[in-house]
């Protein structure tokens, strides 16, 4: 099946180019990592800005954008989800695999060690989303399988993914997942109105920060 993606020479790139893959050829490009110069060790000490560089080797996302910029208003169109599972633990992918009975492909993150799992998820869907639908339905997938594996910004439609890169001393982990293609509309109708996002499912850290500002507000002082 054929899908939109855009592409960046890096994360600072004021032109994406918009064009056409399969899932397939996805998968080819995800099975090999790049190594870079850098160990794990060194890596872990590097400060933000030399970690972002060092894990800035081109990066994607899954739909078209207007104009070739990457903002929160110029995306057109989402054909596949994109999870970040900053929190993945030693069980993510055995729990994508009890769960979740779509086709997907999950690989590890520049991030990564064996202690502190960092994965990639990425799902095809079986048609185009618009950045609202997609903002819904990736929460909505994200909670079949455990909103809590998943970083709390990963849902964002604009969000910019890496190709896969590894430390030279790295561990690199790539899983192919087969099943189903994800129908967004199955997703979407569980909810009575998806418009409304006081309804989308949240992480244990993002109910404890609204119930924090509630109770701020009934209690200011």
Known sequence: MELKIAYGDSRLSKRWI?????????????????????????????????????????????GHLKGGRRKKDTVESRSGITLDADHAGSNFIDTVEMLF?????????????????RLRMVIPLAREVSPDEYAAVSRL???VIGMDFFDDSTYEPERLMYWPSTPSDGEYIFKEIDGAILDPDAYLSKLSDWHDCSLWPTSSRQSEVIQRSIRQQQDPL
Not at 34 to 49: L, P, W
Not at 103 to 117: A, D, L, R, W
């Open 18 to 62: 918009n064009k056409k893959t399969t899932f397939d050829e996805l998968c080819e490009r995800f099975k090999v990592t790049r190594r870079t110069t850098e160990t794990v060790a060194e890596y872990k000490r590097f400060t933000k800005d030399r970690r972002d560089a060092a894990k800035d080797v081109g990066g994607y996302v899954l």
């Open 101 to 117: 009975p779509h086709k997907c492909v999950i690989y590890s993150t520049h991030s990564h060690t064996p202690e502190e799992p």
């Open 141 to 143: 997938v994200a909670e």
